[in-house]
């Protein structure tokens, strides 16, 4: 369900010039600065004679341990397979990339002149039917993300990227489609990981379709009374079969705007459940259901403080191992200064040790920066599984939906019941019967009949719906174990490999200053 | 070398110097602590027990024990500034400016060890330890401790002998301008220069080691509060799950609350030894630029006074040959300015010579400091790093547990 790929919400700042570069000398090697004014912390080699020179600088492999047994994959980071554990997704490789700036026809824009957007080369490989490459527009994405939702009602669906209202004026645009081109991607993989919207048509056609998307975009009833395609008035005016609609499109949510007229009924229902006197007549009775959407809606509340914290504890990590950088750096300074302007031996025993607890300090530091960036990785999944909520809830607002379309049929066929058996009373008093009457409850039978079918869809619907939150919830319960127990071990792991690191380069100085100690200890 | 040294940087409240068993080898040795509060409001302070353990004669006793406040030791480092010129006088920690932190543990503890490490130093230096004022400040009773740091108040801190100089001063200054030698005279010794640049430049950049190490001692506090707070939010997320996985999030959230605790300790530990050596370093440094002003103000008379005596002596000469009847007492004065001239050259030269002493020792003295500094820094590293190692080691048997369940 999870990705692995990182993006925290911040990232780690790139790291300060001095302390990349700096050249680290063998603790046990005499220093000597170079002769020049420059800052000798960039060199490797000194020009100054007599002494040794900074001997070769300490691989960068010397500070990045590899984490121990088993949890590779935790630690790794690509964004090939999104999962920790084996994908049975389709698609093995996913990828957004190479963003363009592309002109919209002018003739097919509603604002003359035209406007620019941005298209991104998505790139997918899938298990056994090759390679393939498109371009997408983030419209493009928004139409995917409502197909999927109206296809898979009732599925926790990865929520998409947001649509960013703010223009180029708060971000560099460059910034920003870099951001939103990473945003991208993860949803994409997501989206192939989920067991059952990964195998969907609608992100098929997406990843393969070469040209224009072929998916319907959602269209608001606006556009399309601008259009002239929806008969809104005599809709609005109660006129007209409700078979206008199909009845399996009645199983729709009615939010899509396709039926301004249900949109209304059913409002008016669920304000008749919320104030009315009377009880519906289908209600939410799965206790098992509501119990788990409480623990939910727990799980919610814990994930968000948890991921505040997770990203304090990011921060506070990566400002101490900035400041022993820092520090490091301030006693290379020192040393570099007193072996210049020595005078007494004690001046150079002093500027050693000075350089031995800089070399000490700044390699501590390199090793908090790896130990952050990792530390990331795994709580991020902390961050994932918060943004997943949004996807729960959507998915509970499905049933709910699907619950209150049933409601209003039910109701609407107790009233039509109601109408038909007045009718029919009235009719029966006049002699000969009435002629007009008799054909309106003809009219009004058959409404019933095919409402009666409708309620019938959407009961369908309803424990379609429910099935899925059901199968949902247990996946969530099952992945989010393994995920989190991932993550536990990743985190601890990866901090014990730090520590472990830490106390050896400390160690070393210690024993090197051992001499200085106190003999009562 | 000074045999009885290798304290400075101490944190416990004992010195570490215990009384040696031979009754031969002379030893004083002091130990500041059990800082007290006393008075109220505004008048409040903090008293110090300051105890003394001496086999020298002129102390009374093996063993003695008074109590000093803050403005005590100063009126001692002032007494032992103005006696012992060219003498880098220990440093004192500073006044507190800002109130409420004034009475915090932390900075009371602090500035318990730095006057530890003050009275120390005074009392194992060869010449300052033979100090009379030494002794009062050791041994004297309270009442007379106040009345001799209450005398010294005011502007007229200065004798009646330094008051004439300042006048003196003040003339030869005059004679200057008069005379167009407006520049202040400096001594020109190179390998002095050097000097004085190098104690210059030090200063900056320990005042920076400085600066970073007092952030450092901030972040780590910071970790620890931000661990604690994850600690929690983890237990409460854990207590969402179930069985096994649940218990393992409530384990690592106590474990993160335990580190939290370990890092504030660290803290402290850099706060003490590690922050406060490097601040004394700084101190020290102000205290020979203290130094190099007297140097120059010693310099200075010395040389007024040899050129007012060469005046006077032309002058001298002049009235001799003129057979004047003032000659006689204008003999009188030239000698009388002849002695005060060799004294201020012996001033200055003295002042020289024990700076030159100074020096080397104040150059191993903060090379055996530092050491010290960094070992304990160094230390409590390590220590930190082990313990957060084992905490989360200690986690990953349960863990094991949860994936087979």
New interface residues.
């Given amino acids: 369900m999870m990705g692995s790929e990182t993006h925290f919400s911040f990232d780690p700042p790139p790291p300060k010039e001095d302390l990349e570069t700096l050249a680290l000398s063998d603790p046990l090697s005499a220093v000597d600065p170079p002769s020049d004014g420059s800052d000798p912390l960039l060199h490797s080699t000194s020009p100054s004679s007599s002494s040794s020179s900074f001997p070769d600088p300490p691989s960068y492999a010397d500070v990045i341990f590899t984490p121990f047994n088993g949890t590779t994959s935790a630690a790794t980071s690509s964004s090939t397979s999104p999962d920790f554990r084996p994908s049975t997704s389709p698609y093995l490789r996913i990828s957004v990339s190479d963003p363009q700036k592309e002109q919209q026809d002018a003739s097919t824009s509603l604002v003359p002149g035209g406007n620019t957007y941005v298209t991104y080369l998505i790139t997918t490989e899938t298990r056994d039917l090759g390679r393939f490459g498109v371009r997408r527009r983030f419209r493009d994405f928004v139409t995917l993300a409502d197909r999927l939702a109206e296809s898979y009602r009732g599925h926790f669906i990865p929520p998409r990227p947001d649509k960013s209202v703010v223009e180029s004026q708060v971000m560099q645009k460059q910034e920003f489609v870099e951001q939103r081109r990473s945003a991208l991607e993860k949803y994409l993989l997501r989206l192939a990981a989920h067991p059952v919207v990964g195998r969907s048509d609608e992100l098929a056609v997406f990843l393969k379709a070469q040209g224009r998307l072929p998916l319907v975009r959602s269209v608001d009833v606006a556009s399309r009374v601008l259009d002239g395609a929806a008969r809104l008035p005599s809709q609005l005016f109660g006129e007209g079969p409700v078979a206008a609609v199909g009845p399996e499109d009645v199983g729709q949510p009615a939010k899509g705007g396709r039926d301004l007229l249900r949109m209304f009924r059913e409002l008016r229902q669920s304000v008749a459940n919320d104030w009315g006197g009377g009880r519906p007549l289908v209600v939410e009775e799965d206790r098992e259901f509501l119990e788990r959407k409480e623990k939910v809606q727990d799980l919610e509340q814990q994930l968000s403080t948890a991921s505040q914290q997770a990203e304090a504890l990011v921060k506070a990590q990566q400002d101490i191992g900035e400041t022993t950088g820092e520090l490091g750096l301030a006693f290379f300074k020192l040393g570099k200064f007193e072996t210049e302007e020595a005078v007494y031996e004690s001046q150079r025993t002093r500027a050693a040790d000075f350089k031995r607890l800089a070399t000490a300090a700044v390699r501590a530091s390199r090793s908090y920066r790896e130990l952050n960036a990792q530390s990331v990785k795994h709580l991020d999944i902390l961050h994932e599984y918060l943004g997943m909520m949004l996807a729960v809830h959507s998915a509970f607002s499905d049933r709910s939906n699907a619950l209150l379309t049933v409601q209003t049929l039910m109701s609407d066929l107790s009233s039509l019941h109601t109408r038909a058996k007045r009718l029919e009373a009235a009719s029966s008093k006049i002699f000969g019967g009435d002629r007009s009457r008799t054909r309106k409850v003809e009219e009004l039978k058959e409404t019933i009949r095919i409402t009666e079918d409708a309620k019938l869809c959407a009961i369908r619907e309803y424990e379609r719906i429910k099935e899925n939150n059901r199968n949902e919830l247990e996946r969530l319960d099952r992945e989010r174990r393994d995920d989190f127990l991932g993550m536990l071990k990743g985190f601890i792991i990866n901090q014990i490999g730090y520590a472990d690191k830490a106390a050896s380069v400390w160690a070393q100085v210690v024993e090197e200053t051992s001499r200085y100690g106190r003999e009562r200890d | 070398m000074i045999s009885t040294t ?1 304290n400075s940087g ?1 944190s416990s409240s004992q010195s ?1 110097r215990s009384p040696s068993a031979s009754q031969q080898q002379p030893f004083l040795s002091v130990t500041v602590t059990d800082p007290v509060k006393l008075g109220n409001g505004v008048q409040a302070y903090i008293s110090y027990r300051v105890i003394t353990k001496t086999n020298l004669p002129e102390y009374q006793g093996q063993e003695k024990i008074v109590i000093r406040r803050y403005s005590d030791f100063v009126w001692l480092r002032d007494r032992l500034a103005d006696k012992y010129k060219g003498i880098f006088i220990p440093p004192l920690p500073e006044k507190s400016t800002v109130e409420k932190f004034r009475f915090s543990a932390e900075f009371i503890e602090m500035r318990r060890q730095a006057l530890d490490i003050f009275i120390n130093r005074v009392a194992s230096h060869p010449e300052l330890k033979q100090s009379e004022d030494l002794r009062i400040f050791l041994q004297e009773d309270e009442e007379t401790m106040e009345r001799a740091r209450t005398q010294e108040t005011g502007i007229f801190k200065k004798k009646p002998a330094d008051f004439m100089q300042l006048f003196k001063d003040v003339q030869s200054k005059v004679t200057d301008v008069v005379l167009g030698k407006e520049k202040p005279i400096e001594e020109s010794n190179p390998e002095y220069e ?1 000097l004085k640049h ?1 104690i210059f ?2 200063e900056d ?2 005042a ?2 400085q ?3 007092f ?2 001692v901030k ?2 506090k ?2 620890g ?3 604690s ?2 600690g ?3 237990k ?2 854990g ?3 179930g069985d096994s ?1 649940g218990k ?2 409530s384990e ?1 959230g106590s474990k993160s609350e335990f580190l939290s605790l370990k890092l504030q300790k660290e803290a402290h530990n850099l706060l003490m030894n590690f922050e406060e050596p490097l601040k004394d370093y700084v101190r020290a440094v102000q205290s020979i630029k203290a130094t190099m002003v007297d140097r120059a103000n010693a310099f200075r008379q010395q040389y007024d006074l040899a050129e007012t005596t060469k005046l006077k002596e032309i002058n001298l000469d002049k009235l001799m040959l003129m057979r004047s009847e003032r000659a006689g007492e204008a003999e009188f004065e030239y000698k009388e300015l002849k002695a005060e001239s060799e004294e201020a050259t012996r001033r200055y030269q003295s002042i020289v010579k024990l700076m030159s002493e100074e020096i ?1 020792r104040f ?2 003295q ?3 400091d ?3 500094a ?2 304990e ?3 409590g ?2 220590r930190l ?2 313990e ?2 084992d905490a ?2 200690s ?2 048997p349960k ?1 094991e547990k ?2 087979s369940s």
Avoid: N
Wanted: some cysteine.
């Fill in positions: 290798s101490s570490p050097k190098y430049e030090l950049h320990l920076e080691a600066k970073q190490a952030r450092l972040r780590h910071e970790l509060q931000s661990l707070d994850f929690k939010a983890i409460l997320l207590a969402c799950e996985l393992a999030f690592l080397v150059q191993e903060k090379t055996a530092m050491g010290l960094f070992h820094f160094a230390k590293q390590e790093a082990k957060i190692a989360w080691r986690l990953i863990l949860c994936s």
